[in-house]
Structure formats: structure tokens, C-alpha cells
């Protein structure tokens, strides 16, 4: 059996149905959930990608457990599972540790960086932020696995963003991701025009 | 020769990512120059009507996966800048 995949349209069906089971019982609270990787990409705008999780920074999110399970069992999601099941879609809390990302200051909504979320979708009761998109690229450059590579292609040229706009953010990132991230860069840095990758024109270029 | 290395790489990768979308971001990973100049080259142009004809799947699937190519953003990749690296990569590859 071939495992479900979120695509876009779906991913804000779950969403909807999520808003919805907040409200079920007449004692809804605001939530705010960051998501970032595949789901962030798939709310861009992209029509190919998919997904089978949707992965949530918790430290960026404003959430509490009850309304999550809550949300989770309104979308028939499972929520943190410990194993995977191939027919099954399911929503991650992350928090520091396998992923990092940079610091994000809750009372001022500004992520290291100075930079705002990005709300990419609202409903009655909940929010779905993500980070700046430069954020969500430089994390995908910390593994760049080509799916990754796939992933902030896209993100460049939907957002408009150029390598030193993502530079820039994997500054912001903990030291110890900070340079497996830039060193990956090197693979865009190849492949674009100067304009972009930020390099000075070359007449004759030396491979690396 | 170089020219026509570059094409036949181009259609290679082209045909390869029509069935497999990490194909390119797997190109650009291993620095295959050669393939990646083909098939910017390739996206850039139209594909030729007279394939329509004499290959209609082969069109087909070229046109789709030029569209696929353009829908993911890989409008950016720069075919000048890659066909000077490419050429290197030719050259360094008949020297050794």
C-alpha cells in the first residue's frame, strides 16, 4: 500500500479540520503553530512537492498540549509518533535538538535575524506561521540531501531570494550547524548567475 | 563535440528527471556541469516541432518535463555560467 502524501490543497484541508476541532467544543483558544520545512514549501505555493508529516518549531509556536491532541485527533493526524506508519500522516512537535534552528524572541515575533514570521495561513482559531523564508532555506542547506536542494531552488525563485539573503540567515543558526550550512551553499553558488549567488563574475571558472 | 556531449547529457538528465524529480538537485549535488548546462540549455529553447512527428512520445515527455523543469524553479540555474563549467569539465576529463 502506498504511503498517503499531503499536497497543498491538502495540507489546508488538515488545517481547516484542525481550526474546526478547536472550535468543537466551545472552549477554543488561539493557536499558533510554526511549521517549517516540506510544509512551508508546500504553503509557498509549490504544486509538486509532498509531504507525509507536518513538522512544527515549538519554540516559535504559541500552543498548548490539550489543544493539540485536540487538533491532532480532528485531523486524524497522529501526533509525535514514536514509530512510523506507512498509511499514516502525522504532526511533529520539534524542539531544539536533532533540527536547530536560530533563536525567535516570542514577545517581539522576531527571529534572530530581525526578521518577522511569515503567516501563510489563518483561520478562526488557528494561525500557521513559518519562518522568514531565508530561515526555512538555510535549514534545508544544514543536510542539502537533494530533496533539500529541490526545496530552497524553489524557495529562491518563488521569494526572490538570493544566496546572501540566506547567508545571512544561516549566520543567525547555532555555530555547530552554522558551517555544514554554508559549506553546502557552494553547491548553489555553482549553478547560478552571479547576481544571485553573489559571486563575483567569472571569465574563466575554476572548479572547485 | 563538446557542444553535442553537452545535448546528448542534457536529454539524458531531461528524460531521466521526467520520471525522477530529484534527478536535477541530484546533478547539481554530484557537480555534473555537462548535465545540468544540457538541459538549462534545453528548458531555454523550444523543443523542436520535427520531434512531434518523428518521436511523438519523446516530445511528449520532453515538453512535460520542461514544464516540470520551469514549475520548480529551476529557472534560475544559469545555462552561460553552466556551459563554462561544463566545458572545464570536458577538458579536465580528456586531460586525465
Known amino acids: 500500500m502506498s504511503s498517503p502524501r499531503i499536497d497543498r490543497k491538502f495540507l489546508e484541508g488538515i488545517f481547516t479540520r484542525m481550526d474546526d476541532a478547536l472550535d468543537a467544543d466551545g472552549a477554543s483558544t488561539k493557536q499558533t503553530l510554526c511549521v517549517f520545512g516540506a510544509s512551508a514549501v508546500l504553503l509557498y505555493g509549490s504544486d509538486t512537492r509532498q509531504t507525509q508529516d507536518v513538522d512544527v518549531w515549538r519554540n516559535a509556536s504559541d500552543i498548548n498540549d ?143 | 563535440m563538446s557542444d553535442r556531449e553537452i545535448k546528448a547529457a542534457g536529454e539524458a538528465l531531461l528524460l531521466k528527471f521526467a520520471t525522477d524529480p530529484l534527478a536535477i538537485p541530484r546533478a547539481i549535488k554530484a557537480k555534473d556541469f555537462v548535465s545540468l548546462a544540457g538541459i538549462a540549455d534545453i528548458a531555454s529553447r523550444e523543443v523542436s516541432p520535427s520531434m512531434a512527428l518523428l518521436h511523438p512520445a519523446r516530445f511528449r515527455v520532453m515538453r512535460r518535463a520542461i514544464s516540470d523543469y520551469y514549475v520548480r524553479g529551476y529557472a534560475l540555474l544559469d545555462k552561460d555560467v553552466l556551459k563554462r563549467r561544463a566545458l572545464a569539465q570536458i577538458a579536465k576529463g580528456k586531460q586525465s
Do not use: C, H
Open chain 1, 66 to 208: 490539550r489543544a493539540l491532541a485536540r487538533m491532532a485527533k480532528g485531523a486524524q493526524l497522529d501526533l509525535n509518533p514514536t514509530e512510523l506508519e506507512v498509511d499514516k500522516l502525522y504532526l511533529q512537535i520539534v524542539t531544539d535538538g536533532v533540527v536547530q534552528l536560530p533563536l525567535f524572541s516570542k514577545d517581539r515575533n522576531l527571529w534572530a535575524g530581525g526578521k518577522p514570521s511569515e503567516t501563510l495561513w489563518t483561520g478562526k482559531n488557528l494561525t500557521i506561521i513559518a519562518p522568514p523564508p531565508a530561515v526555512v532555506a538555510a535549514a534545508k542547506m544544514v543536510r542539502a540531501e537533494p530533496q533539500d536542494i529541490e526545496d530552497v531552488v524553489f524557495i529562491m525563485a518563488k521569494k526572490g531570494l538570493k544566496i546572501p539573503d540566506i547567508k545571512a540567515a544561516i549566520a543567525t543558526f547555532p555555530g555547530e550547524v552554522r558551517e555544514r550550512a554554508s559549506e553546502n551553499l557552494v553547491y548553489l553558488q555553482l549553478v547560478l548567475p552571479s547576481d544571485l549567488s553573489g559571486k563575483a563574475k567569472e571569465k574563466d571558472v575554476p572548479e572547485r
